[in-house]
T-cell receptor, first 115, second 112 residues
Framework: GQQLNQSPQSMFIQEGEDVSMNCTSS?????WLWYKQDPGEGPVLLIA?????ELTSNGRLTAQFGITRKDSFLNISASIPSDVGIYFC???????????????FGKGTHLIIQP | EAGVVQSPRYKIIEKKQPVAFWCNPI?????LYWYLQNLGQGPELLIR????????DSQLPKDRFSAERLKGVDSTLKIQPAELGDSAVYLC??????????FGPGTRLTVL
């Protein structure tokens, strides 16, 4: 099946630093999404991207849908302690029926903020 | 607006026992998904429902797993019999038939 390569696997940063993570795929996706998962909880949607080249912001988060439709990145500016968690990229392909397929997820980027 | 509800949150069983998970999606969401998440991995799709119809169950191990969504609202995922390798988090998600999927908190299953 399709695979998403997400990197880095983990990041150790200082509070206030900017963060960047990315995701690449061997296949084309119609939609890229970024989720954050805290321990013991389900993934929470952060940003959804629908068009190649699209750049979307949500507060301190910025994500882009790559022009080739095979990659996406997420940036977090001025990190704060509550940004700690696991960030997942996910790709979706629209099936012919007009609904939405299940998502293909990356393996996650574990963000750790050092005091 | 209430989010996706799942129960139980935690379940510990012995191998070869049956187990069932329940999910109530966000009101009005016609599409419901069950995902499996192993430790250190991203979620993987098990089955997708459009209303009461299972439109993609290609990743569901049908020898021991079954699912139903009889009235097109809430759904149940069952494992019978459970194996040690089934220990994982089982996530339910729902959507309005678009790609933005909203997840429940998951059920953490431990098989001893």
């Amino acid at each position: 099946g399709q695979q998403l390569n997400q990197s880095p696997q983990s990041m150790f940063i200082q509070e206030g630093e900017d963060v960047s993570m990315n995701c690449t795929s061997s296949s084309i996706f119609n939609t890229w999404l970024w989720y954050k998962q805290d321990p013991g909880e389900g993934p929470v949607l952060l940003i959804a991207l629908y068009k190649a080249g699209e750049l979307t912001s949500n507060g301190r988060l910025t994500a882009q849908f790559g022009i080739t439709r095979k990659d996406s990145f997420l940036n977090i500016s001025a990190s704060i302690p509550s940004d700690v968690g696991i960030y997942f990229c996910a790709g979706a392909a629209m099936y012919s029926g007009g609904g939405a397929d299940g998502l293909t997820f990356g393996k996650g980027t574990h963000l750790i903020i050092q005091p | 607006e209430a989010g996706v509800v799942q129960s139980p949150r935690y379940k510990i069983i012995e191998k070869k026992q049956p187990v069932a998970f329940w999910c109530n999606p966000i009101s009005g969401h016609n599409t419901l998904y069950w995902y499996l998440q192993n430790l250190g991995q991203g979620p993987e799709l098990l089955i997708r429902y459009e209303n009461e119809e299972a439109v993609d169950d290609s990743q569901l191990p049908k020898d021991r797993f079954s699912a139903e969504r009889l009235k097109g609202v809430d759904s149940t995922l069952k494992i019978q019999p459970a194996e040690l390798g089934d220990s994982a988090v089982y996530l339910c998600a729902s959507s309005l038939g678009e790609d933005e999927q909203f997840f429940g908190p998951g059920t953490r299953l431990t098989v001893l």
